[in-house]
Nanobody, 126 residues
Framework: QAQLAESGGGSVQAGGSLRLSCAASGYSWMSCMGWFRQAPGKEREGIAF??????TYADSVKGRFTISKDNAENILYLQMNSLKAEDTAIYYC??????????????????????WGRGTQVTVSS
């Protein structure tokens, strides 16, 4: 059965770093993959994604977060540096089979995600 499994979440103080991993199994590596997050009371938002043509970041994480892929191991990473309290959320790995992630307003739309991970909690204390 195809699945995405996140790991690496946890609690950290503001200014610290975490690295999230997403292991993909059970299906061919999807061309569009990335990360969404959802804070309490807020909508799920796309923050970083990578496809065949580009790598894109939300303004809120640009310069602090880095997304990367290990194609040989089928693992997607999110390196998060200079973490802030407002980064506290559940982080979800996501995938879409299109060559280019389907965008709405310049960012990957959750409506087009075909596969979700179960999420991992990131808590940043100030």
């Amino acid at each position: 059965q195809a699945q995405l499994a996140e790991s690496g979440g946890g609690s950290v103080q503001a200014g610290g770093s975490l690295r999230l991993s997403c292991a993909a199994s059970g299906y061919s590596w999807m061309s569009c993959m990335g990360w969404f997050r959802q804070a309490p009371g807020k909508e799920r938002e796309g923050i970083a994604f990578i496809d065949l043509s580009s790598t894109t970041y939300a303004d809120s994480v640009k310069g602090r977060f880095t997304i990367s892929k290990d194609n040989a191991e089928n693992i997607l990473y999110l390196q998060m540096n200079s973490l802030k309290a407002e980064d506290t959320a559940i982080y979800y790995c996501a995938a879409e089979s299109a060559a280019a992630c389907t965008r709405v307003g310049g960012m990957w739309s959750a409506s087009y995600v075909e596969k979700w991970g179960r999420g991992t909690q990131v808590t940043v204390s100030s």
